[in-house]
């Protein structure tokens, strides 16, 4: 089925230790971004990228580096995790022959 | 800068009465505005847009929504609400950069 694909569903990290959050989409979008859900202050865009090669901050970019090698792929890389990054991640895409964007299932990942 | 409001963090409503989810958003020229839901452990689902045009909105399930320029509103609707509609509810605009940031969302709650 044609979407957006992450993994991993669940993810339990130490403090300190890395990560990469996998986020794949199989309809040719130029547009993919990450967010991180946490309660009471709905989803918060961390980077965004508008193609292959292209990458930029978005409101909470701070504990996370991205690339976008490949139009398909657009993985979150967490160097040296935080009890404060805590949370759900989604990863959503959107192409420029549709308007809104489609949405990943989500990571949910825990810091300890 | 872009932004959306969505001022009550519960809606409560009894099946079968009337539904309304508010939003109002703060954007420099043409709002671009969408609805999205999230069912639990889910990821968003896109609603409705609205980009140009009529200012009553029709999206999937039965839901509208009204935009309102002189109030800045782009608030939710459905004529009849269904236990099943009970879910969060997401306010978002997009930006010149094709970026969309989100409301902090709204839980709605359909009493049977």
């Known amino acids: 089925n044609a979407g957006v694909t992450q993994t991993p569903k669940f993810q339990v990290l130490k403090t300190g230790q890395s990560m990469t959050l996998q986020c794949a989409q199989d309809m040719n979008h130029e547009y993919m971004s990450w967010y991180r859900q946490d309660p009471g202050m709905g989803l918060r865009l961390i980077h965004y990228s508008v193609g292959a090669g292209i990458t930029d901050q978005g409101e909470v970019p701070n504990g996370y580096n991205v690339s976008r090698s490949t139009t398909e792929d657009f993985p979150l890389r967490l160097l040296s995790a935080a009890p404060s990054q805590t949370s759900v991640y989604f990863c959503?895409?959107?192409?420029?022959?549709?308007?809104?964007?489609?949405f990943g299932s989500g990571t949910r990942l825990t810091v300890v | 800068a872009q932004s959306v409001a969505q001022p009550e963090d519960q809606v409560n409503v009894a099946e079968g009465n009337p539904l309304t989810v508010k939003c109002t958003y703060s954007?420099?020229?043409?709002?671009?505005l969408f609805w999205y839901v999230q069912y639990p452990n889910r990821g968003l689902q896109f609603l409705l847009k609205y980009i140009t045009g009529d200012n009553l909105v029709k999206g999937s399930y039965g839901f509208e929504a009204e935009f309102n320029k002189s109030q800045t509103s782009f608030h939710l609707k459905k004529p009849s609400a269904l236990v099943s509609d009970s879910a969060l509810y997401f306010c978002a605009v997009r930006d010149t950069g094709n970026q969309v940031y989100f409301g902090t969302g709204t839980s709605l709650t359909v009493i049977p």
């Open positions: 954007v420099s020229g043409n709002p671009y």
């Open positions: 959503a895409s959107g192409g420029r022959g549709t308007s809104f964007y489609t």
